[in-house]
């Protein structure tokens, strides 16, 4: 079992930044990759960013790119998104998420970000 926690979160201006932090507890040694999903409301839950926790390429979704940059601590048990830029469009509700072998997710509570004049 693993456990995630998001904090980070909260309400900023159209231009502003946050950075959200996931920290990953208990069995983390067989996580493949971490990452952000993020869901607003009406919409599907869709991918932000994720790396992979042994090295390789991270991935982000266009709509972020440029904007958001995820980075992890030395012990691969802490996951950060720097966002900039940020835009109305962003609003949603941030989820980190940690995949496992054979198909196995692992998801934190949830953080909201809501960006707003």
């Known amino acids: 079992q693993v456990q995630l926690v998001e904090s980070g979160g909260g309400l900023v201006q159209p231009g502003g930044s946050l950075r959200l932090t996931c920290t990953a507890s208990?069995?983390?040694?067989?996580?493949?990759?971490m990452g952000w999903y993020r869901q607003a409301p009406g919409k599907e839950r869709e991918l932000v960013a994720l790396?992979?926790?042994?090295?390789?390429?991270?991935n982000y979704a266009d709509s972020v790119k440029g904007r958001f940059t995820i980075s992890k601590d030395y012990s691969y048990n802490i996951i950060y998104l720097q966002m900039s830029s940020l835009q109305p469009e962003d609003t949603a509700v941030y989820y980190c998420?940690?995949?496992?072998?054979?198909?196995?997710?692992?998801w934190g509570q949830g953080t909201q970000v809501t960006v707003s004049s």
């Open positions: 208990g069995s983390i040694s067989d996580i493949i990759t």
């Open positions: 998420n940690a995949k496992h072998p054979r198909g196995v997710d692992s």
């Open positions: 790396l992979f926790t042994r090295g390789g390429p991270t």
